[in-house]
């Protein structure tokens, strides 16, 4: 039970050894639609507890969170991913459904619960039909009193950015993914926010220094971010100490987090004003009316002006790839395993425009990954049970694995991987094609969970294999989800036998202390006539028997081009497919419509 505006937090204090004090943080969060205007357009919105923004989840590094969710929006299904977050131990709560879980369905309850061993600036965020950019988007922040950086500041704000919609997911993901929309233009957000509101204030003192911890958690838009009269100094990205680098302006992808130190002036008696600005290059078509910047200012003084911002003529942020990490972890060498991920779009039978990796688009499967490798013994190594249509890369105990990401699209895309910080040892000029084996690596490589690939240019990742979980390797830009631009890292399987258990099915894992998967996940599931065991298409009699899987739409028709399709597509596709109205749920599951 959840009451109606329980947002209040309960610490419990426990002794963990002899110095560390850890804490159980508790949340109560009822999901559910309110209404919201952070541009002065009111509309529904996905709220918790009656409110939004929704409420920031704060911990200590070492503190377990236990997260009580009830899905109170009546009418969508939903779930919670915790970006940024390693889940080690726990892969079962990292959030993404058909991956790690069912959908939550409306009226359901769902517990999350996980140790935080990590430090640094995260967000937390829907992982279900391409939700968040209706609302369900937070900050996570992870404080850490041992950071390397606690006396040089005096006090850490939290700063997010975002682009923002006036229609709901739901409508707008359906004309993205049709046939309608050939040429997969994505929709444009209507405005940039700043702490989801625009002209924010934000109070300081002279002479002190400002940890602000800053997260783009947009839908689709990187943003430009600069403070005028004042310098950056970057710590962290995305989880990760880094040497201090100085900046006057950064870029955040969606997705991305920077922690920055800036020292305010001696004297208060100006204002200065802070800038976001939405990279346009993104955008297929920038309408006229589109004011793709969102101003907040220092205020020193409230008496004094707040001034209009100066225009910046070019855009030259920071380059993230001159970022050293603070502990110096050097480059992993010789990679046991080294995959590409070529990255394609374009357009399928029904017309409407995909996302490939290596010619797959992503559907997905009918049990969730993780069921699948916890129910399938031996064969759990198998990629082939995962489905021809998830992108499975199966890997083994501490193997370094590298990923060579050749981005075959003039488009900009930022790369997440789940459950892990990569290494980012390789990232190309635009146009440069595939990547070439013949570069000096750095010694000591940027880490980050969250990386921008450069229009038809190439990145290099590394990282190592010491965490199960099934992992999802996926652009952030939330359309190119729903268009199928993900890969699934099944990381040793047979260990997650061995440590998680579906209690009280036959699958129970042997290990009698293994962790049981909570009865609230196993009941999203059978609400909804899910199945917990088999392969990617349910099938449990035999695992390599894949028929009935969930697939895309059948490919086009020989002779047809992406291009011609677009005068065709009206006639033909509706013809052809004689096309009812595709639920944007159907859509986005994308069963067979042959
Ligand atoms: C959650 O919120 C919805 C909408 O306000 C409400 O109808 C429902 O009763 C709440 N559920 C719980 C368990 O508090
Ligand atoms: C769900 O409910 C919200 C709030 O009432 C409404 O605005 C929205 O259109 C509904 N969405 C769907 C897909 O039915
Ligand atoms: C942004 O909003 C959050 C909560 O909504 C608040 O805690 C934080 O202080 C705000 N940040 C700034 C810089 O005003
Ligand atoms: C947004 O800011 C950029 C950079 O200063 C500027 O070029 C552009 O004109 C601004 N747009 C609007 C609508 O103010
Ligand atoms: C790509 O996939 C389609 C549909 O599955 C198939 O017809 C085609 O042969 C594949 N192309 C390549 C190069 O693998
Ligand atoms: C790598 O080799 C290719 C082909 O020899 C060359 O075109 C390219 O410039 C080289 N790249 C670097 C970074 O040296
Ligand atoms: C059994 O599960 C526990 C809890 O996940 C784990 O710590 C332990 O290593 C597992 N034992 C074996 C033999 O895998
Ligand atoms: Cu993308």
Known sequence: MVPPSAGSTLMTLCLLGSSALAAIVNYDFNISWVTAQPDGFSRPTIGINGEWPIPQITANVGDRVIINVVNGLGNQTTSLHFHGLYMNGTPHMDGPVSVTQCAI?????????????????????????????????????????????????????????????HDQMPGQLARFISYANPTGAEPVPKSALMNDTQNLDIKVEPGKTYMFRIINMGAFAGQYLWFEGHTMKIVEVDGI???????????????????????????????????????????????????????????????????????????????????APYDKLPLYTDPDYSFELRVEMNNLGDGANYAWFNNITYVRPKVNTLYTALTSGNLATNPAIYGDHTNPFVLEKDQVVE????????????????????????????????????????????????????????????????NPGIWLFHCHIEWHVASGLIATIVERPLDLQNTLSLAGSPYASPNSSALAIPTSHIEACTKQDISIAGNAAGNQDDLLDLRGQNAPPAPLPEGFTAKGIVAMTFSIVAALLGMAVIGWYGNLDRKDVK
């Open 105 to 165: 369905p409306p009226g359901g309850s769902f517990v999350y619960d996980f140790h935080i061993n990590q430090p640094g600036t995260y967000w937390y965020h829907s992982h279900d039909s391409g939700q968040y950019p209706d609302g369900l988007r937070g900050a996570l922040i992870v404080k850490d009193p041992d950071s390397p950086y606690k006396d040089q500041y005096d006090e850490e704000l939290v700063l997010t950015l975002s682009d923002w919609y």
């Open 241 to 323: 100490y880094t040497e201090a680098a100085e900046a006057d302006m950064i870029y955040l992808t969606a997705a991305q987090r920077y922690s920055v130190l800036i020292t305010t002036k001696d004297d208060a008696s100006s204002n200065f004003a802070i800038v976001g600005s939405m990279d346009q290059d993104l955008f297929d078509a920038v309408p006229a009316d589109l004011n793709p910047n969102v101003t907040g200012w220092l205020v020193y003084s409230d008496s004094a002006p707040r001034p209009t911002p100066a225009l910046v003529d070019e855009f030259e942020p920071f380059d993230d790839f001159t970022l």
């Open 403 to 466: 990923i060579v990401l050749d981005n075959m699209d003039p488009g900009k895309h930022p790369f997440h991987l789940h459950g892990h910080a990569f290494q980012t040892v390789a990232r190309s000029e635009e146009e440069a094609g595939d990547y070439m084996y013949n570069e000096t690596l750095p010694a000591y490589p940027m880490r980050r969970d969250t990386v921008m690939v450069r229009p038809n240019g190439n990145l290099v990742l590394r990282f190592k294999a010491d």
